[in-house]
């Protein structure tokens, strides 16, 4: 079972960047599918970015552009970089992993972190 801690989250300013990182136990990292989500208060988790085994990537329309998820095998870490971050992004950022292809539902995700408080003021 793969144990996921997140790291890297904060408080920033309207249009400043950040950088999330998820360090995984398992040494088959390299295996999982991988992918962040986010949590704002009242609304549901929803998928924000995803990348397979094999690099390949996916993301939610609102922060094409501005985030780039990509992964350290090597470090058996997965990451998460936001620019030009608004006040809608505010959230819980949650990494998970899965086997199989990347998707989109979290009910999908096996493996899950216990999330970081990523704020953004005006």
């Known amino acids: 079972q793969v144990q996921l801690v997140e790291s890297g989250g904060g408080l920033v300013q309207a249009g400043a960047s950040l950088r999330l990182s998820c360090a995984a136990s398992?040494?088959?990292?390299?295996?999982?599918?991988m992918a962040w989500f986010r949590q704002a208060p009242g609304k549901e988790r929803e998928l924000v970015a995803a990348i397979g085994s094999g690099g390949s990537t996916r993301y939610v329309d609102s922060v094409k552009g501005r985030f780039t998820i990509s992964r350290d095998n090597a470090k058996n870490t997965l990451y998460l970089q936001m620019s030009s971050l608004k006040l809608e992004d505010t959230a819980v950022y949650y990494c998970a992993a899965r086997t199989g292809r990347a998707t989109v539902s979290s009910r999908d995700y096996a493996y899950w972190g216990q999330g970081t408080q990523v704020t953004v003021s005006s």
């Open positions: 398992d040494r088959t990292f390299s295996i999982y599918s």
